[in-house]
């Protein structure tokens, strides 16, 4: 099993990269081909419909917990249960987002009224095909719970992999052939069709996982849905955060604002993204500590501990954004965007600023869930996405994308703010003083330093490509990794890097 879930988390890191560089490759290339406009209706699209994936509760997520207890009890006529009723309920889900897709198509003139005819009869077309494709679907999404529960990594990392690599080549080839934005979703459902089928194959025939049906079992749904009450809440908090943005902007500006918000989340996205990935290694031995009856003081030892790690990791990205960003967005996007990418810029610091104060926390979430002290969390967590999602709304309306973004940002601190006190300090008893203190010491030593080393690079050396935007952030990195070893870093930080096991 340990080596299932080494390949296991190998593939999904694989993945994660592939879909980075395709990411960096591939939006320069949809820009041009598609133009602006069509650029941000190919991307709504999947937007608008992934709202109505939420309709599924949280169940997805709450089946691989229910059909890992079965498989540790080795109760096979249970999971096969379980599975029927489970399949039978995403069967119904999927019927539900079908109908209520197809109630709001006839709205979608009224809710998008800035875009032109031509932009909305393409729109139409590319929500009908996302919406008919979520719907048939939702059945499909209990198959990851049976590899998941019986611990079977590689195969469905690789299948996912090679899914990846043929819609990419895909997209290519269409777009070389002069294939627009409808035919692109056409390769996207055609993709993932195949990845069902052959996740179907590896479920059913290789790993034998059965399915029976003796009518519905009450108690059971009972349970699976009160446990996922919780995972939900957070599903539909997720979506009303920053990342709700580009909806906001759909509404209230044309489609180049649309363009030039979802860039700037996307790379937000992947900063955020990044820290996730460390921080959840931690996981387990959080739970661990915390069960073995680790009190408030080791708890907040552990998230200070993991949140140094990652201050030198975030930090870092940040200032390379702040100087070398507006550069880099401009190569990037910048023959489909010209100077507009400066906004994206913009918009992407604003973003990052607040984030990262939260995103060194990180830690934090893992002792909430250990202690199973969620709900306060998720309530504080909702009161300020409901804040950005009303006032968002306004703020676009009369400030623009860039209003929208800062407004973001407030809604950021707000929540850091009432999650340090209501939550950490006074439900968790963590010492969130300390925390900081001690992981950001020494701050008024190196940070300087560092930021008048980023503006010396940026200002000294010349712009001009790619090559020399690389060789200034190596360069960089080289000043940043030596700054941070020798003023922020202790010994045993140090030793523990160099360790090698």
Known sequence: MKSEIRSGAFLN??????????????????????????????????????????????????????????????????????????????????????????????????????????????????????????????????????SAAQQRFRVPGIIAAVASVCNIAGTFALLMLGFRSIALTALTIATGVFSLVCHAFYCFIVLRARVSWRGWDVPLLRSLFAFSLWVFLSQLINVMNAGTGNFLVAITQDTEQVTLYTNALKVYGYYFLSAGCLAGLYLPRVVQMVVAGAGPAAQTAAMIRVGRYLIILLVGLLIEMLFFGREFFSLWIGDSLGGATDTCWLITIVLMLPQTLSLIQGVGWHISQARNCLRRRVFIAAFNSALFLLGGYIVCRWYGIIGLALWGAFTMFTQLAMLNFLHYKQELGLDIGLFYRRAFSRSWL???????????????????????????VALFALVYAGVMWGLFMTPAECKSVLRRN
């Open 13 to 146: 890191y694989a993945n994660l990269l592939l879909r980075m560089g395709v990411d960096f490759f591939l939006i320069p290339l949809l820009l041009l081909c598609l133009g602006k406009s069509e650029f941000a209706i190919y991307t709504l699209a999947g937007v608008v419909v992934a709202r109505l994936a939420l309709c599924d509760f949280g169940l997805t997520a709450s089946a691989i917990r229910f059909l890992s207890e079965y498989r540790a009890r080795g109760d096979a006529a249970g999971e096969a249960h379980f599975l029927g009723n489970l399949l039978a309920l995403f069967s119904l889900i999927g019927l539900l987002v079908l109908v209520l897709g197809l109630a709001f198509y006839p709205f979608l003139g009224e809710v998008f009224s800035r875009f032109t005819s031509e932009e909305m009869d393409i729109f139409r077309i590319l929500y009908l095909m996302t919406l008919l494709n979520t719907a048939l679907m939702f059945p499909a999404r209990s198959l990851g719970g049976i």
């Open 446 to 472: 190196w940070l300087p330093l560092l930021g008048g080393a980023a503006y010396a690079i940026a200002v000294i050396f010349p712009a001009g490509g790619w090559c020399f935007w690389g060789a200034r």
